[in-house]
């Protein structure tokens, strides 16, 4: 099913972007250096359908993109010549393949997350002619369309459960038997890893003796999450401020003339001594108009004897009279 003129505002409203921070998490210019073809690309979203992701999958990753590299990098000289026809882009760019709701499975610029935290999964030991089979498999993908009632169940998602007529409740990110879930934006990636029996979070099983099998899991299954969890993956990081330009991390820079907002206040703190101009957080108002009393530690009046079993130690003459 295509979008609509009627469902159309509901995929512009989940997929509508919130402001970038000021500064994002992760090194841009370190990761376009950093990346090869064939990693996956972790993105921390900033949408609502990001945010649903987040709160079913557990993870701050919420996207997962399937690095390319440039024209240049892949060797079909027919696939070649029908992206760069299909896609104009400069030979220079970098291109990822990714399934994005709404849009279905297209390539973008890596630039175009340059505002976002990013992380790097890297598949150990892939062959260079292994790596060419993928992006041959993720690029014949493209086109590909996603559910319309996909977008609308996660619209429905995102009002409260229990005031929804039962008829109406999302079926989404159940995991019926024999009824895979569906929206899952790594799905297409896992399908490319699967073409070249490359494992992600495979089930392990013994087989006679002495042998082992290895079941692929179902790539529908799949979440942006496996990816950083998966043994075979390599986490390749590069934060906004890294420790190894500094001498030591405690000459990070903490003091400054930073100010936080409202919002900010609820979970960051200022460092001792620094003020602002806006209303300090009320925790260390509170600390500034009290007196710092010594610590007393507090001794308890049970013994190990109370709390583990198998003590061989015999009972204290002031036990003894106690229990008498």
């Not at 206040?265 to 108009?289: F, H, I, R």
Request: proline share 8%.
């Amino acid at each position: 099913m295509k979008i609509t003129k009627m469902t159309r505002p509901i995929v512009n409203w989940l997929t509508q972007h919130r402001p970038a921070p000021e500064f994002p998490m992760s090194d841009f210019e370190r990761i376009r250096y950093e990346v090869r073809s064939c990693d996956v690309l972790l993105v921390e979203g900033r949408s609502r359908v990001s945010d649903v992701i987040k709160m079913i999958t557990q993870s701050p990753w919420s996207h997962a993109a399937l690095y390319l590299g440039r024209l240049h990098d892949i060797e079909d000289p027919e696939l070649r010549n029908t992206l760069s026809e299909l896609f104009p882009f400069s030979p220079d760019t970098q291109l990822i393949v990714e399934s994005e709701l709404g849009m279905g499975t297209v390539i973008r610029d890596l630039a175009s997350y340059r505002e976002d935290h990013i992380r790097i999964c890297r598949p150990r030991g892939l062959s260079h002619k292994d790596s060419q089979q993928m992006i041959h498999y993720a690029i014949s993908q493209l086109g590909k369309e996603y559910d319309v009632r996909q977008i609308l169940d996660l619209a429905r998602f995102l009002f409260p459960w229990w005031i929804m007529p039962r008829r109406w409740r999302s079926s989404l990110f159940q995991h019926n038997a024999g009824k895979a879930t569906k929206t899952v934006c790594s799905t297409m990636i896992a399908e490319a890893f699967g073409f070249i029996q490359f494992p992600i979070l495979p089930l392990v099983k013994k087989s006679g003796d002495l042998g082992f099998q290895l079941f692929r899991r179902n790539p529908k299954l799949c979440t942006p999450r496996d990816f950083d969890y998966s043994p075979y993956f390599e986490i390749i990081k590069y934060p906004f401020m890294d420790f190894s330009e500094h001498a030591d991390y405690r000459l990070l820079p903490w003091h400054g003339k930073g100010v936080l907002d409202s919002q900010e206040q609820s979970m960051y703190v200022y460092p001792e001594g620094q003020t602002s101009d806006e209303p300090l957080p009320y925790a260390m108002k509170k600390k500034q108009k009290t007196k710092k009393t010594p610590f007393v530690p507090w001794t308890s009046p049970q013994s190990d004897n109370d709390f583990y079993e198998g003590s061989n130690e015999p009972p204290s003459a002031s036990d003894s009279a106690h229990d008498k």
